[in-house]
């Protein structure tokens, strides 16, 4: 193993000086200051194509908080661009870090607000000015530019490509943001539906939310040292998240932490990073992409498109979705993914898209022919191309949770029963105890970081436990492929004043193997609304509906279609004491098991909802 290991990294190093060699040979290294309206000045490296014969070149930009790095004049990237075709493209390469962040001058925010109505000359700053300051010092001083500007971003710097939209300085012809952080309280990073997605933010965090107290060309070290082997046993140990400000751990060190703790509620802090709202009048040409299987930012994938579609309806907007982690889409193969083999480099098809976006858009080349939705079908692997998303070809069909564990897209009976009644031997209601001291895990087996196969992951597991309810289908007579967004539509009790759902849709193969579709949270006390939360009467029927992310999947003949529902997903969302309190503070002794009915009866027709293409 240690040779495999070994000449893995000669190869690995070996092509990484090759490509730090093309870059340098072909490219002139800038290394600028760029001030802002305010006077703060942004560190950025400019490479600058060394053959004038092709020129004039446009820009293509990524705005970071990750280091605009390597630092240093003689100091070179191993890449250039999104991918590597780009790479070989004349292009006007831009990598800035943002404001305050490394060696760029400023104070830092998460996901800095959008401020409506700023003037030039009055010295308010967001993302949208300082690109726009950004892009117009390039214009004057580069030359040799043809006066166009692409940016892009994956993850974090798929926000700054976002942000950079509204009152987009008008020589940004084309911006892709790629799995862009968009709203973190409804569904991506922080939180979903109100959860707080506990495994990813206690690491990221650690490393991310180190106090700069000035421009840096490394940080050095985390916030604190947690050599974790087994993490759903080490936050089970940990207890509380309050504890998190152990003197061992973040102990108020981490701004962003104590943010997101100190913000329990969908209020005007998240409100104000929310993009979406200022997503209007958009003239820039966009490419929005995002992966089945991005654990970090599908949500905002998906959202940012639909707030463009909505908001500015007639922009030139385009989205790709395919079978990817987070960022899958920049390395050079993608051929699978866990258990999943897609018969193909699905990259080699979506690099030509991308490189033809920015082409056609920067430097005049062929129209690329993009279509409104590419997307990767998974269950028949193939890449599909829709008039608009979610298809219009897409119909709803309810699949009611049913007695006996069965999923059927026929409901019960509209009889008059008594709400929370049901026929002789067809019991109204399935239950299970919800024990805070035994979560369900969100994956099998122990694991020290975040496992992101979890999205495809065998869920046999989970359907032996008793605090896990398991609804499936027969098995198909014909294939039924199933494209947009699902929503659940649960009728639920609980002895406790609060409680989590979690939703998951399930192909069970022919061998037995239930492989996970597509699953989401949603914290019962934000039922009604994301700002008030209120809690369960004990006993008391409520409803919880919510949306899950888009698919698009054909479950195959042969095949079951299978819900899965439990009510935690640890440590990967925390725990819900499953009492009505602020959780960021509460004890140990507000955890309490909590017996949790699903109803499926005449008056509440628990199920999920699918959008079907065919069936």
Not at 66 to 83: E, F, I, K, Q, V
Not at 406 to 434: C, F, I, M, Q, W
Request: glycine share 8%; aromatic share 14%; with cysteine.
């Amino acid at each position: 193993m240690r040779n495999l290991i070994f000449l893995f990294l000669l190869i690995a190093g070996d092509l990484t000086c090759r490509a730090q060699n093309f870059v340098k040979d072909n490219y002139t290294k800038r290394e600028v200051y760029i001030p802002m309206r305010d006077g703060v000045r942004l560190f950025t490296s400019i490479y600058i194509p060394k053959d004038p014969a092709h020129g004039p070149y446009p820009f293509l930009m990524e705005r970071t908080p990750y280091s605009a790095g390597p630092y240093g004049d003689s100091s070179y990237r191993g890449n250039l661009g999104p991918n590597a075709a780009l790479s070989r493209e004349p292009f006007i390469f831009v990598y800035q870090d943002v404001r305050g962040r490394y060696m760029s001058e400023g104070s830092f925010q998460e996901m800095t607000p959008h401020k409506e109505g700023k003037k030039p000359g009055d010295g308010q700053t967001d993302e949208s000015s300082d690109t726009w300051d950004t892009v117009d010092w390039l214009l004057k001083n580069i030359q040799g530019n043809n006066g166009r500007v692409g940016i892009w971003g994956i993850s974090y710097p798929g926000f700054y490509a976002s942000a950079s939209l509204p009152d987009a300085h008008p020589a940004i012809k084309a911006v892709s943001p790629q799995a862009p952080v968009t709203d973190e309280f409804i569904g991506d990073d922080a939180n979903h539906n109100g959860a707080f997605f506990l495994l990813d933010n206690f690491d990221f965090d650690n490393f991310f939310d180190i106090e700069r107290p000035a421009p840096v060309k490394d940080y050095g070290h985390n916030i604190f040292n947690a050599d974790i082997r087994d993490a759903y046993q080490f936050f089970l140990d940990l207890g509380p998240i309050r504890n998190t400000n152990n003197p061992e751990y973040f102990n108020n060190k981490g701004k962003i932490w104590n943010e997101y703790l100190g913000h329990p509620t969908y209020d005007a802090y998240w409100q104000a990073r929310n993009i979406r709202t200022h997503l209007q009048h958009i003239r820039p040409a966009v490419l929005v992409v995002g992966g089945w299987f991005d654990a970090e930012d599908m949500f905002g994938a998906l959202r940012t498109y639909e707030a463009i579609e909505k908001q500015t309806p007639h922009n030139d907007n385009h989205l790709i979705m395919g079978p990817w982690t987070h960022g899958g889409w920049g390395a050079g193969n993608w051929p699978r993914f866990g258990v999943l083999d897609f018969g193909q480099n699905v990259n080699d098809y979506y690099h030509q898209l991308e490189t033809g976006f920015f082409n056609h858009y920067l430097k005049d080349s062929v129209d690329p022919g993009l279509s409104e939705a590419t997307v990767f079908e998974t269950g028949s692997n193939q890449w599909r191309h829709y008039d608009r998303w979610p298809p219009a070809a897409a119909h709803p069909v309810k699949f009611y949770l049913r007695a006996e564990g069965r999923l059927s897209t026929e409901g019960e009976a509209a009889t008059a029963r008594a709400p929370g009644k049901a026929a002789a031997g067809n019991p109204a209601y399935d239950e299970y105890v919800s024990d805070p001291a035994h979560p369900v895990p969100y994956i099998d087996g122990v694991r020290g970081g975040r496992d992101n196969q979890y999205m495809v992951a065998d869920q046999r597991w989970a359907a032996q436990r008793p605090d896990v309810l398991t609804y499936q289908t027969d098995t198909l007579k014909r294939d039924l492929t199933v494209t947009g967004r699902l929503r659940a539509d649960i009728f639920l009790s609980s002895t406790g004043t609060d409680a989590d759902l979690v939703v998951k849709l399930i192909d069970v193969l022919p061998d037995g193997y239930q492989r996970l579709v597509r699953a989401e949270v949603f914290r019962c006390k934000f039922r009604n609304s994301f700002t008030k939360p209120e809690p369960l009467v004990p006993g008391k029927i409520a409803e919880v509906a919510y949306d899950l992310n888009e698919i698009a999947h054909t479950f195959k003949q042969g095949h079951r279609v299978m819900v899965q529902v439990q009510s935690s997903w640890f440590p990967l969302v925390d725990l819900n004491p499953q009492t009505f309190v602020n959780i960021p503070t509460c004890s140990a002794a507000d955890f309490r098991k909590a017996t949790i009915r699903m109803y499926h009866d005449a008056t509440h027709l628990s199920g999920i909802t699918l959008p079907v293409i065919s069936q």
